[in-house]
């Protein structure tokens, strides 16, 4: 770490707050990639539906989506330490009550309080790290590395969770993510210093409320789709009301003395730009793993374990890419980093989309490695533009956008491509119309469900059940295929169009130290600048 020229300054051991900062990415991105990897074990012991899994995958980033930007304003205000330690301490709690859930309702709730700890604890790793590292040169080596935690996350999360699920029950992933956070906390508050915005500005109410209702009903619609019909009268109604809601969330920061989200910082495109991409980048990345690791264990039939393994393509890819990332955009500019990202986004997803029940997986490994380069090359340096447009004392709030968008992205992504997939799905059961009503009914809940109640039928009703139950089986496998191909389309598109936008808007280097003076010159708090304490 030496050789990277971070030294200890008034007190502060740079390198000792980097590991604690990327030791808390790590809590928050695990608690998130570990619990995928549960999903087909969350069918056959919870007896969850595709919903289900939608909703504990979904509470936690539609908490994490809604509240980060009140955390990062809070966390400005009233110290960052003091929330980084406050967020670990509630993932901990939530982690380790969540783990003895007796039904899908009740882990839905411990996951969205787990949302709710993330969006304490991410924004604060970033603004501190701002804070820390203010020279660009190591701002940016230290962007990568916190990045690369992200990937490490990705890797560990699966292997470690299938390690478990094969040797204990569902709930011992959730030990785990409690026992890194119990850790975390310590090392964080031997290490981590306190910085804040003196400005203390009071917190939005009205922009919290709005922009969690508009998040919330937008998300619970796209969910609840494929039961009512896309199509339906409550469907486009509940999109009409979340546009009205965001509409109204946009007027009121415009309007408000101390907004929740200052939406001027959208007027540069650098910002904005960024901020798309990081968007795409996670909407895509997101609905992926919810349907490949389901992929893996429920057509493949590969163990948690052996389904965790498989995914250290994606995981080390972007490890790697995020170091690699920001160096890169360094030299040659944002602009055609970020964009190569979203076109190597882009061709994963095409070829992802040509994957069948019998592809090798070494074909597969080479989709997940152009996805995780992609991953790494377009958010570490897209990160960086953003935290560079916002001056020190709103690193929060920076930070805060990014992670928003960065969740926000997520929980789309698994409520559009998990939604799409299982309209999709469901379509396929067409087919079972000769088959007994006891086989089907279960079957449009997931596909998991759908191969549960082929194993029954198969040791309950002797070889009429079996032979009813693979044909079911077969169904289901082939919808749920074409469904996972239809998502990664829809994946794909994303990306494609935010690359041609990142082109078009995206500026080919950082600003100057100027954009930070003239935005913060043009904010309504009274005092500009943000000193640690």
Same mark, same amino acid.
């Not at 968007?279 to 609905?287: E, K």
């Not at 590969?302 to 920001?326: D, F, H, K, N, Q």
């Given at each position: 770490?030496?050789?990277?020229?971070?030294?200890?300054?008034?007190?502060?051991?740079?390198?000792?707050?980097?590991?604690?900062?990327?030791?808390?990415?790590?809590?928050?991105?695990?608690?998130?990639?570990?619990?995928?990897? #549960?999903?087909?074990?969350?069918?056959?012991?919870?007896?969850?539906?595709?919903?289900?899994?939608?909703?504990?995958?979904? #509470?936690?980033?539609?908490?994490?989506?809604?509240?980060?930007? =009140?955390?990062?304003?809070?966390?400005?205000?009233?110290?960052?330490?003091?929330?980084?330690?406050?967020?670990?301490?509630?993932?901990?709690?939530?982690?380790?009550?969540?783990?003895?859930?007796?039904?899908?309702?009740?882990?839905?709730?411990?996951?969205?309080?787990?949302?709710?700890?993330?969006?304490?604890?991410?924004?604060?790793?970033?603004?501190?790290?701002?804070?820390?590292?203010?020279?660009?040169?190591?701002?940016?080596?230290?962007? %990568?590395?916190?990045?690369?935690?992200? $990937?490490?996350?990705?890797?560990?999360?699966?292997?470690?969770?299938?390690?478990?699920?094969?040797?204990?029950?569902?709930?011992? +992933?959730?030990?785990?993510?409690?026992? =890194?956070?119990?850790?975390?906390?310590?090392?964080?508050?031997?290490?981590?210093?306190?910085?804040?915005?003196?400005?203390?500005?009071?917190?939005?109410?009205?922009?919290?409320?709005?922009?969690?209702?508009?998040? %919330?009903?937008?998300?619970?619609?796209?969910?609840?789709?494929?039961?009512?019909?896309?199509?339906?009268?409550?469907?486009?109604?509940?999109?009409?009301?979340?546009?009205?809601?965001?509409?109204?969330?946009?007027?009121?920061?415009?309007?408000?003395?101390?907004?929740?989200?200052?939406?001027?910082?959208?007027?540069?495109?650098?910002?904005?730009? #960024?901020?798309?991409?990081?968007?795409?980048?996670?909407?895509?990345?997101?609905?992926?793993?919810?349907?490949?690791?389901?992929?893996?264990?429920?057509?493949?039939?590969?163990?948690?374990?052996?389904?965790?393994?498989?995914?250290?393509?994606?995981?080390?890819?972007?490890?790697?890419?995020?170091?690699?990332?920001?160096?890169?955009?360094?030299?040659?500019?944002?602009?055609?980093?970020?964009?190569?990202?979203?076109?190597?986004?882009?061709?994963?997803?095409?070829?992802?989309?040509?994957?069948?029940?019998? !592809?090798?997986?070494?074909?597969?490994?080479?989709?997940?490695?152009?996805?995780?380069?992609?991953?790494?090359?377009?958010?570490?340096?897209?990160?960086? =533009?953003?935290?560079?447009?916002?001056?020190?004392?709103?690193?929060?709030?920076?930070?805060?956008?990014?992670?928003?968008?960065?969740?926000?992205? %997520?929980?789309?992504?698994? =409520?559009?491509? $998990?939604?799409?997939?299982?309209?999709?799905?469901?379509?396929?059961?067409?087919? !079972?119309?000769?088959?007994?009503?006891?086989?089907?009914?279960?079957?449009?809940?997931?596909?998991?469900?759908?191969?549960?109640?082929?194993?029954?039928?198969?040791?309950?009703?002797?070889?009429?059940?079996?032979?009813?139950?693979?044909?079911? #089986?077969?169904?289901?496998?082939?919808?749920?295929?074409?469904?996972?191909?239809?998502?990664?389309?829809?994946?794909?598109?994303?990306?494609?169009?935010?690359?041609?936008?990142?082109? +078009?808007?995206?500026?080919?280097?950082?600003?100057?130290?100027?954009?930070?003076?003239?935005?913060?010159?043009?904010?309504?708090?009274?005092?500009?600048? $943000?000193?640690?304490?």
């Amino acid at each position: 770490m030496q050789s990277l020229g971070w030294s200890t300054e008034r007190g502060t051991n740079k390198v000792a707050v980097l590991v604690s900062l990327c030791a808390a990415v790590f809590v928050v991105n695990i608690s998130t990639t570990i619990v995928n990897i #549960a999903l087909p074990s969350l069918v056959t012991e919870l007896g969850a539906s595709t919903r289900d899994l939608l909703w504990i995958v979904d #509470a936690f980033n539609l908490a994490f989506a809604a509240l980060v930007l =009140a955390a990062g304003s809070l966390s400005d205000r009233f110290g960052r330490r003091r929330f980084l330690l406050m967020g670990l301490a509630v993932s901990l709690i939530a982690s380790i009550a969540g783990a003895w859930s007796s039904n899908p309702d009740v882990l839905i709730a411990w996951r969205a309080l787990a949302g709710v700890a993330a969006a304490v604890v991410y924004p604060v790793t970033l603004s501190i790290l701002t804070n820390v590292f203010t020279e660009r040169s190591e701002r940016v080596k230290a962007i %990568g590395i916190w990045g690369a935690a992200t $990937g490490i996350s990705v890797a560990v999360g699966p292997v470690v969770g299938g390690a478990l699920l094969e040797s204990f029950w569902w709930g011992s +992933i959730l030990l785990f993510v409690g026992a =890194a956070a119990a850790v975390t906390l310590v090392v964080a508050f031997r290490f981590i210093p306190d910085s804040r915005d003196p400005s203390t500005p009071p917190l939005d109410l009205i922009g919290l409320g709005l922009s969690t209702l508009a998040l %919330g009903l937008l998300v619970y619609t796209i969910i609840e789709a494929p039961d009512r019909g896309w199509s339906s009268t409550a469907t486009i109604i509940g999109f009409i009301a979340a546009a009205a809601l965001l509409t109204l969330f946009v007027l009121q920061e415009i309007r408000a003395t101390h907004p929740m989200l200052d939406v001027r910082l959208f007027a540069n495109l650098r910002f904005t730009a #960024a901020s798309g991409a990081v968007t795409a980048a996670f909407f895509a990345l997101f609905g992926f793993i919810f349907l490949v690791t389901q992929y893996f264990q429920s057509v493949r039939d590969y163990g948690a374990l052996e389904t965790g393994i498989r995914m250290l393509p994606v995981a080390g890819s972007i490890a790697v890419a995020s170091l690699v990332g920001p160096r890169l955009a360094v030299r040659v500019g944002s602009k055609l980093i970020v964009a190569l990202g979203l076109v190597s986004l882009s061709l994963a997803f095409g070829w992802a989309a040509t994957v069948g029940s019998e !592809t090798s997986y070494l074909v597969i490994a080479g989709q997940m490695i152009f996805l995780g380069v992609g991953i790494g090359l377009t958010s570490a340096p897209a990160t960086e =533009a953003i935290m560079g447009v916002v001056p020190p004392d709103k690193a929060g709030m920076g930070s805060a956008v990014n992670d928003a968008t960065r969740e926000l992205g %997520g929980t789309l992504g698994v =409520a559009v491509i $998990g939604s799409v997939a299982l309209s999709v799905y469901r379509d396929h059961l067409d087919a !079972t119309a000769g088959l007994p009503e006891r086989l089907v009914d279960p079957a449009r809940d997931s596909v998991g469900a759908a191969l549960e109640a082929s194993r029954v039928a198969a040791s309950q009703f002797g070889e009429v059940g079996a032979r009813a139950g693979a044909q079911l #089986a077969e169904i289901a496998r082939s919808g749920f295929v074409d469904g996972f191909a239809t998502g990664c389309i829809v994946a794909g598109a994303v990306t494609a169009v935010a690359a041609v936008l990142t082109l +078009i808007y995206l500026p080919a280097h950082p600003g100057t130290d100027s954009e930070k003076s003239e935005h913060s010159e043009g904010a309504p708090t009274t005092d500009p600048v $943000g000193t640690p304490t």
